[in-house]
């Protein structure tokens, strides 16, 4: 992958984490958590593959989501213990939205969103903006 398609996928991760605060922010309506849920879903998602590239860049083979997570933490992507168990229940609830809906899950998974993920993918929007391909 070329270092303009890195900073490419830079512009995704920081307009997508910039999307879902704006959501996370919205009154909650069934229309505003689903699209709240959406978001999340897209976010986590070019977080996840941008940390990815980035990391096999750098010589770390990571396939999947969780051990690209894991692959972070190591790297110190994600900072400490507490931050890593919140990205890997970020993966579990992405997972669940993306398979299964349930009144009861999509608001447990949206205040989740609004409470803590929105945060933590916006910090790591920020993260990824300050990582050189080199």
């Known amino acids: 992958m070329s270092r303009e398609r890195f900073i490419e996928r ?3 991760v920081r307009e997508a984490a910039a ?3 704006e959501a ?3 009154p909650e309506t069934d229309i ?7 978001r999340f879903e897209f976010t986590f998602k070019v977080v996840w593959k941008t940390l990815r590239l980035f990391l096999e860049h750098h010589g770390h083979k990571c396939n999947i989501p ?4 894991k ?3 190591v790297a110190g992507l994600i900072a400490t213990l507490e931050e890593a168990d919140v990205w890997l229940r970020m993966l579990e609830d992405r997972n669940l939205t993306s398979h ?6 999509a608001r447990r998974i949206h205040n989740a ?3 803590e993920y929105a945060v933590r993918l916006s910090a790591m929007a920020t993260t990824t903006q300050s990582l050189v391909w080199g």
């Open 10 to 12: 830079q512009n995704q």
């Open 19 to 21: 999307r879902l605060a």
């Open 24 to 26: 996370a922010t919205q």
């Open 32 to 38: 505003a958590r689903d699209a709240t849920i959406k």
């Open 66 to 69: 969780s051990s690209t997570i």
């Open 71 to 73: 692959k972070a933490f």
């Open 100 to 105: 299964t809906y349930n009144e009861a899950l």
């Open 113 to 115: 969103i609004v409470g």
